[in-house]
């Protein structure tokens, strides 16, 4: 049986990286037309517990339509934030200042300019490197050195502020790693942004409470790898995020079966570039799942 499970496990990760190569490929042609719910034994279940009105340290506004934008490396307002989806689990967010950050930083797919601060989760090497490139200011590995010297980060760099919370995952043999995983939030022009990583368990309430109420969310969907579908629609449902933007997804099928729960209900709206500019003040008016192009 050991032998059967590092074979699937070869397998797995070999699809990964395959798509994470397909998505590199796809993004570089856009940039040149200028365009499981398996539950942790250390997380038990909780009664779907509720998220708090606001991210630790924001204040809601008056929220208006989406506004999406071109791909592009213009100059942004103080209360814009660029997000564009560069395949696999890895986006690169731009703040006001042009703070440049790149989530689940791999070997694979990697986004058009050099990060000044990259993020990183553990449960496979598609969403991580041993070999980031030296010019990248800050390196945020989302897994500490054992379970008892956790990762745990609150870094202010120019108008961003990065922090995490610390969730479990499951290894190749069945087990649990505890804290392998890390949700990466990121505050910026008084928006606050969560990454859910390679998310396997649902949330606790402290954990709900120590990320806040984000108004946007990278959430995992493959419904296998990550959290099954019924626990990550209870995760969206408790963080109560204005826009959903769904990642990790291997095929079409597996995206539509996530919107087809997902559109039950919120608002599904696809994007015609990889690519948006948002604002405090123009975020939807009822939560919607944006669907960014790529993988």
Same mark, same amino acid.
């Given at each position: 049986? $050991?032998?059967?499970?590092?074979?699937?496990?070869?397998?797995? $990760?070999?699809?990964?990286?395959?798509?994470?190569?397909?998505?590199?490929?796809?993004?570089?042609?856009?940039?040149?037309?200028?365009?499981?719910?398996? !539950?942790?034994?250390?997380?038990?279940?909780?009664?779907?517990?509720?998220?708090?009105?606001?991210?630790?340290?924001?204040?809601?506004?008056?929220?208006?339509?989406?506004?999406?934008?071109?791909?592009?490396?213009?100059?942004?307002?103080?209360?814009?934030?660029?997000?564009?989806?560069?395949?696999?689990?890895?986006?690169?967010?731009?703040?006001?200042?042009?703070?440049?950050?790149?989530?689940?930083?791999?070997?694979?797919?990697?986004?058009?300019?050099?990060?000044?601060?990259?993020?990183?989760?553990?449960?496979?090497?598609?969403?991580?490197?041993?070999?980031?490139?030296? %010019?990248? @200011?800050?390196?945020?590995?989302?897994?500490?050195?054992?379970?008892?010297?956790?990762?745990?980060?609150?870094? !202010?760099?120019?108008?961003?502020?990065?922090?995490?919370?610390?969730?479990?995952?499951?290894?190749?043999?069945?087990?649990?790693?505890?804290?392998?995983?890390?949700?990466?939030?990121?505050?910026?022009?008084?928006?606050?942004?969560?990454?859910?990583?390679?998310?396997?368990?649902?949330?606790?309430?402290?954990?709900?409470?120590?990320?806040?109420?984000?108004?946007?969310?990278? %959430?995992?969907?493959?419904?296998?790898?990550?959290?099954?579908?019924?626990?990550?629609?209870?995760?969206?449902?408790?963080?109560?995020?204005?826009?959903?933007?769904?990642?990790?997804?291997?095929?079409?099928?597996?995206?539509?079966?996530?919107?087809?729960? %997902?559109?039950?209900?919120?608002?599904?709206?696809?994007?015609?570039?990889?690519?948006?500019?948002?604002? @405090?003040?123009?975020?939807?008016?009822?939560? @919607?799942?944006?669907?960014?192009?790529?993988?």
């Amino acid at each position: 049986m $050991r032998g059967f499970g590092e074979f699937v496990g070869r397998g797995l $990760r070999d699809a990964c990286r395959t798509v994470a190569r397909i998505a590199g490929v796809a993004l570089a042609v856009a940039v040149s037309i200028g365009v499981a719910h398996a !539950q942790s034994p250390n997380n038990p279940p909780a009664a779907k517990p509720e998220v708090m009105e606001n991210c630790p340290g924001l204040v809601a506004h008056n929220r208006l339509p989406l506004v999406p934008t071109a791909f592009q490396r213009a100059a942004l307002d103080a209360d814009q934030v660029r997000i564009t989806f560069v395949g696999h689990a890895t986006f690169l967010i731009e703040s006001p200042q042009l703070v440049r950050i790149a989530t689940d930083y791999n070997d694979y797919v990697r986004p058009p300019v050099l990060p000044d601060i990259i993020t990183m989760n553990h449960a496979h090497d598609t969403h991580y490197t041993d070999f980031p490139d030296p %010019a990248i @200011k800050h390196v945020l590995r989302g897994w500490g050195e054992s379970p008892d010297k956790l990762a745990l980060y609150d870094l !202010q760099y120019r108008d961003v502020r990065v922090r995490n919370v610390p969730t479990n995952i499951r290894n190749w043999s069945g087990g649990t790693e505890r804290y392998g995983n890390s949700i990466f939030i990121f505050e910026t022009a008084n928006l606050c942004i969560a990454h859910l990583g390679h998310l396997h368990h649902t949330l606790t309430q402290q954990q709900l409470n120590e990320i806040g109420r984000p108004d946007v969310v990278m %959430a995992p969907v493959d419904g296998n790898l990550t959290l099954d579908l019924d626990g990550m629609m209870e995760v969206l449902a408790a963080l109560k995020p204005s826009i959903i933007i769904p990642m990790h997804f291997f095929n079409p099928f597996t995206l539509a079966r996530f919107l087809d729960r %997902a559109s039950r209900q919120w608002e599904v709206e696809r994007a015609e570039i990889p690519s948006f500019i948002v604002s @405090k003040a123009t975020l939807p008016p009822h939560p @919607k799942v944006l669907v960014m192009p790529g993988h």
